[in-house]
C-alpha cells in the first residue's frame, strides 16, 4: 500500500487545479465586466441608452449660440487666436451685412 496519498491518488491533484483555473477566468471576467460598466459614465448599466433609439441630444445651437459658428468666433476672438480686424470682417459675413 503507498503511503501519503489516504486513497485519493492524483485526481485530487487535477480537481484542485481545475477548480483554481475556473475560479481565476471567473475572476478576470468579473474584474472585466466591472470595469465595463464602471467605464459608461454616471448611467451605469443604462449607458448605452444614451446613444440608442429615442435619444434627442436637444435642439441645435442658434447661430449666435456657444456652439454656432458666432461662438466659435467668439472664442478664438477672447482666446487671441484672431484680432479684432478679422474679428470684425468674419462678423460681418456671419451675419450677411457684407
Keep these: 500500500m503507498p503511503y501519503g496519498n489516504c486513497g485519493w491518488g492524483t ?3 487535477w480537481g484542485l487545479w481545475l477548480f483554481g483555473a475556473l475560479l ?3 475572476l478576470v471576467l468579473l474584474i472585466v465586466v466591472a470595469i465595463r460598466l464602471l ?3 454616471p448611467s ?3 449607458g448605452h441608452l444614451a446613444t440608442g ?3 434627442y441630444p436637444g435642439p441645435p445651437s442658434a447661430p449666435g449660440g456657444p ?3 458666432r461662438g ?3 472664442e478664438r476672438y477672447a482666446r487671441g487666436e484672431i484680432d479684432a480686424e478679422e474679428y470684425r470682417e468674419r462678423r460681418r459675413t456671419l451675419e450677411g451685412t457684407d
Excluded: E, Q, T, V
Design 11 to 13: 485526481n485530487a491533484g
Design 24 to 26: 481565476l477566468i471567473g
Design 39 to 41: 467605464s459608461r459614465g
Design 44 to 46: 451605469g448599466l443604462g
Design 53 to 55: 433609439p429615442g435619444y
Design 67 to 69: 456652439g454656432g459658428a
Design 72 to 74: 466659435i468666433l467668439d
